[in-house]
């Protein structure tokens, strides 16, 4: 299983940006996609997670301001990130819940750095 996420950069705050995430499965169900991120000195937290049926889950943080999608069938999760504030900097990590073989497990991407300056 691979995971490769992109579309991360440098933006000014209250610009926007979109990541992107696919996943190289090939056998397994994905239930679960989503975004995490870490900024320095912290713990990485949920940003957005979306399900196969399409439920969608946002921290109380980015409500508002960024836009989970996913498409179950093509593997593919995006973040759109509007009115970006400096606090939103941080590594932004792909992930996915896949059962393989009747075998869950959570798989992650290589992170992808968002840096907003004020």
């Known amino acids: 299983v691979q995971l490769q996420a992109s579309g991360g950069g440098l933006v000014q705050a209250g610009g926007s940006l979109r990541l992107s995430c696919a996943a190289s499965v090939s056998i397994g169900v994905i239930s679960v996609m989503g975004w995490y991120r870490q900024a320095p000195g912290k713990q990485r937290e949920l940003v957005a997670s979306?399900?196969?049926?399409?439920?969608?889950t946002n921290a109380d943080s980015v409500k508002g301001r960024f836009t989970i999608s996913g498409d179950n069938a093509k593997k593919i999760v995006d973040l759109q990130l509007n009115n970006l504030k400096p606090e939103d900097t941080a590594v932004y990590y792909c992930?996915?819940?896949?059962?393989?073989?009747?075998?869950?497990?959570?798989?992650w991407g290589q992170g992808t750095q968002v840096t907003v300056s004020s």
């Open positions: 979306v399900t196969s049926s399409g439920r969608t």
């Open positions: 992930s996915a819940r896949i059962a393989i073989r009747g075998i869950q497990g959570d798989y």
